[in-house]
């Protein structure tokens, strides 16, 4: 069955701290691996992955592929309070007709 | 904003109702999906139609149906609601067909409450 499992389920950190996320996968015919986040409402787009090993990059977020360990993180410096949020990871299978499969989510709180 | 309209915002219905939640995809996309996010719970996806047709079901219940209408806007449709159905409601959006249709953008949700 496949399945997208993240983790920690959620993380206190103080602002200016780094943080790394972590989504792990398995599914059959990966195609891509897309990051979002959210805060009070809707899920907001941040990163689409499909190749190994090539980080994606938007400010002070960060995040990178393994195709072989079938993982991928999201990095996250200099934290800021409006960084809280919870991060969702969604994998796209092949030939799923973009029937997404979601993680359950990383809470994250940035506390001043 | 993502270009996804959902209506209405919020609502507060009695159990045993029916409601109409509305939804307008981006400008061109053709793929409508349905989610139901419960408190504490994760995206749970409901139902997906493309170019007015039903492509994919999920954890739907035959309590609600959903359809796609020639404009592409799309209404999903809860009735005999339950407290249980209490939970915030997302329509997403897609191009289907090219490889920017791999990210999906959501609308705002329809928070609906079922007393």
């Avoid at chain 1, 103080?14 to 972590?22: A, F, I, S, Y």
């Avoid at chain 1, 079938?70 to 969702?88: E, K, M, P, R, W």
């Avoid at chain 2, 349905?34 to 997906?48: A, C, E, K, M, N």
């Avoid at chain 2, 209408?69 to 209404?75: A, G, I, T, V, W």
């Amino acid at each position: 069955e496949d399945k997208v499992v993240q983790s920690p389920l959620s993380l206190v950190v103080h602002e200016g701290d780094t943080v790394t996320l972590n989504c792990s996968y398995e599914v059959t015919n990966f195609r891509s691996l897309l990051w979002y986040k959210q805060e009070k409402k809707a899920p907001t787009f941040l990163f689409m992955l499909t190749s190994s090993g090539i980080e994606k990059k938007s400010g002070r977020l960060s995040s990178i592929l393994d195709k072989k360990e079938l993982f991928s993180i999201l990095n996250i410096t200099a934290t800021q309070t409006g960084d809280s949020a919870v991060y969702l990871c969604a994998v796209l299978p092949e030939g799923s007709n973009y029937q997404l499969i979601w993680g359950a989510g990383t809470k994250l709180i940035i506390k001043p | 904003d993502s270009g996804v309209t959902q209506t209405p915002k919020h609502l507060i219905t009695a159990t045993g109702q029916r409601v109409t939640l509305r939804c307008s995809p981006r400008s061109g996309d053709l793929s409508v999906y349905w989610y139901q996010q419960s408190l504490d719970q994760g995206l749970q996806f409901l139902i997906q139609y493309y170019n007015g047709e039903e492509r994919a079901k999920g954890n739907i219940l035959e309590r609600f149906s959903a359809q796609q209408f020639p404009d592409l806007h799309s209404e999903l449709n809860l009735s005999s609601l339950e407290l249980g159905d209490s939970a915030l409601y997302f329509c997403a959006s897609s191009v289907f067909g090219t490889d920017s249709g791999n990210t999906i953008y959501f609308g705002e949700g329809s928070w609906l409450t079922v007393v």
